[in-house]
Structures are given as C-alpha cells and as structure tokens.
C-alpha cells in the first residue's frame, strides 16, 4: 500500500471518518451554532444595565413592594381611623414612615432583582464558556486525531519499509544461498565458486523470477 | 498529505476558529466580569441609585396620598418627615450597597472557581 517515497496510501475507512468528521463539522454549523450564538446574544444582551430583562425584573420587584404596602397603607389608615388619630401630626408621620418603609422595600428588591438578573447573567456566561471549552478539548480531540493519523502513518510506513526491506534481505538471502549451493555445486562438480552473482550452471532464471517477484510483491 | 490528513487539518483550524470567535470574547466577558474591580463599585453605585430613586419617588407617593386623604403636613411636620426619610434614607442606601457588594464579590468568587464563605450558613 505504499505509494513512492515510502507514503502510505490512506485506507478508505480513514478517508470515510475524515467525511464523516466533515459532515458532522457542517451539520453542528448550520443547527447548532446559531443556536449558540442566539445564546450568547441573549445573555450579552440580559446583562446590560437597561436590558428588558433587568427591567422587567425591577418592575417585578417594584410591583411586588407597592402590592403589599398598599395593603399595609390601607390596614393603616383604618388603624388611624378606628382609635381616632387619623390626621394628627403622629398619624401623618405614621403615613409618611411608612412610605419610607416602602422606599426601603423598594430600593433593596430592585437591587436583589439586579444581583438576580447579574446571577443569571454570569450563570449563562459560564455555560456558553464551558460549551466553549468542550469545543476547544474537541479541537484537542481533532489534533490529538491527527497525532494519531500521522502516528498510524508513521507505523504504516515503518512496517511497509520492514516488509520491503526484509523482503529485499530475503531475496538477497535466498540469492546468496542459490550463489553458494550453485557454487558449492560447482565445487563439488569441480566448478569455480566466483561468488553471489555467479549464476552460471545454475537455474538463474529461477532466481531472477524470485528477486522480480520479491521486489514487485514490496508495493 | 491525503484527504483524509487534509479534512482533520482543515476541521481543526475550523474549530479553533470557531472558539476564537464565538467563545473566547465570552471567556473575556466573564474574566472581565470576575475580576475588575468596577464590578463591585458599579453594583454599589446602581443599588444606590435604586434607593435613592426609591425614596424620590416614594416622597411624590406619599405627598399624593396624603392629598387624597385630605391631609396636609404643616412646616413642621415637614421638617420631621424630611428628617425622618433622611434617616431611613442613609441606612437604606448603605444596606443596598453592602448587600450589592457581598453578593457580586460572592458571583466574582464563584467564577474564579473559589466560593465565598456564606456566613449566613455557619451559624448552624
């Protein structure tokens, strides 16, 4: 499977994965991150100081204060009314503490609404952000991958150049072994034994047939 | 490289991209957040903001209410109102100033991976 210089073809399940992680790629960029950005855009948008939401909450907050002050307002007046006081200076102190009551009410509900609505804020921010860090252990995920592929690669490429060289070694073997038996053949025919590439008086085409073989067998 | 090699390559340098683009200015919203010192101090200055406007609108609730009642403070009753809502008034604002204060540095705390203490729970 190799092709020249000693690179390793891909195989067509690596290249299959590769569509694959393509495609998952191109599906997560058209339904899933504009979900995300929408999100991160809601939660930009939440944490502005005059955002609906903060507003909508002081409202909340404020609406909450006035409801159950008015009650006690009401409670009050005919507290004043019932024991005869109402419209004393005491009884116009009492209206107007009791409006300072609800200024107080009313100002730490609305601050807790804010601090609400920051909780909320920065919660949604770290969620976006822990996405965020998913998607950068994936791109981790994708070198580690490409680690591996190269890895594989390199292994691949390793074996094949073992295999070819122990093939050539093999051959080479084999063909030292047909020079020494045909020299030793010879030797003991009373022949010269002239070394490895000394084919005479052997079946050299033989030998020929198997180095071709060996060598073309290496792809 | 083949395509396999090459899909990977180009996917990665996608999703740092990605991250680049869409998480890290989140990243930086939430170091910023967690760790500038304007967070407490704007949270102070807003809860103060929410008191006092709380008061001054109050103050026009109350003048109104007293209308439809009939009623009408004297000079001096208006001194004793003024010093009396002067007096809820200060404390109100410190409270929701120090209550804003506590709670962003316990969100600040909370982002950094280090949860504030909550007093509150250490009694029991």
Known sequence: MSKGGGEVEETPQQR???EFASNQMFDYEKRWLPVQKNLIAQAEEMGKADSSVRNRAEGRAAA????????AEGALERQLSNNGTFGSSRSKLAITGL??????????????ADQQVDDA???????????GR???????????????????????????????RAGQAQVVGQLAGFGLQSGMGKFGQGGG????NDFSGVNGSNAMNTFLTRGSGGD | MGYAADTYARLTRD???????TFVPIENQLIEYATSPDTVTNAMSTASQNVQGAFDAQQGAVGRRLQGLGLELSPDEQAAQAR????????ADVQAQNLAADTTRQLQQQILGNPAPDITRMGG
């Open chain 1, 16 to 18: 299959a994965l590769a």
């Open chain 1, 64 to 71: 909450d204060t006035s409801a159950r002050f008015g009650a």
């Open chain 1, 99 to 112: 409006g300072d009551d609800a200024a107080k009410s009313k100002g730490l509900g609305i601050t807790m």
């Open chain 1, 121 to 131: 804020y920065t919660q949604a921010l770290g969620s976006l952000a822990a996405t």
């Open chain 1, 134 to 164: 998913g998607e950068r252990a994936a791109v981790g995920d994708s070198l580690a991958q490409q680690a591996s592929t190269s890895a594989r690669q390199a292994t691949a490429d390793a074996e094949a150049a073992l295999t070819e």
């Open chain 1, 193 to 196: 034994f002239t070394g490895t």
């Open chain 2, 15 to 21: 999703r740092w991209a990605q991250y680049v683009n």
């Open chain 2, 84 to 91: 009396s809502s002067s007096l809820a008034r200060g404390p």
